[in-house]
């Protein structure tokens, strides 16, 4: 089942936002005396640029959040860190690593393990996080024979 697409009312509003602050500017800049004119369209001027940023601004959030109507199983679908990532992950065979004086974090396993299924050799994986050689091979060895 598809989520119907909503309309975008915050884009809307920012839109009607801008219109509304330009058209109260020129109805000011006609209304008002010459004298006053360019104290008066500074000020506008430096809002509809204020409006504009903020606008900038709350557009990148949403747009790096996502779309709301979007639902949640198919975002987890594309992602990485899924419900099914962790499937085939050897705990056996870690579990002794993680009784260790300087034992790694399940986390940072976990994080291995989804960079081994997802394709990175285990060097790549033991430089960026740091973790011993034998337990990368251990993780990639095991997501390299996982059923998918």
């Known amino acids: 089942m598809r989520a119907v697409p909503r309309p975008r009312t915050g884009e809307g509003a920012v839109v009607l936002g801008v219109i509304a ?4 500017e020129v ?13 008066v369209g500074g000020a506008l001027f430096g809002a509809g640029v204020a409006v ?14 996502g779309h709301p109507g979007v639902p949640q ?20 065979a870690v579990r002794p690593l993680l009784l260790s004086a300087h034992a ?3 986390n940072t396993l976990y994080t291995a ?9 285990a060097g790549w994986i033991a ?3 740091s973790l011993p050689a034998g337990v990368v091979r251990l993780l990639a060895d095991a997501a390299a024979h996982r059923k998918d």
């Open 21 to 24: 602050l330009l058209l109260l």
């Open 27 to 39: 109805v000011a800049l006609v209304v008002l005396p010459v004298r006053d004119r360019p104290v």
């Open 52 to 65: 504009l940023v903020v606008a900038g601004v709350l557009w990148q959030r949403l747009r790096r959040r």
């Open 73 to 92: 199983a198919e975002a987890d679908q594309e992602s990485w860190f899924s419900a099914r990532s962790l499937e085939g992950f050897p705990m056996e």
């Open 104 to 106: 790694p974090s399940l």
């Open 113 to 121: 393990w989804v960079f081994a299924t997802h394709g990175h050799d």
């Open 127 to 129: 430089r960026h996080l």
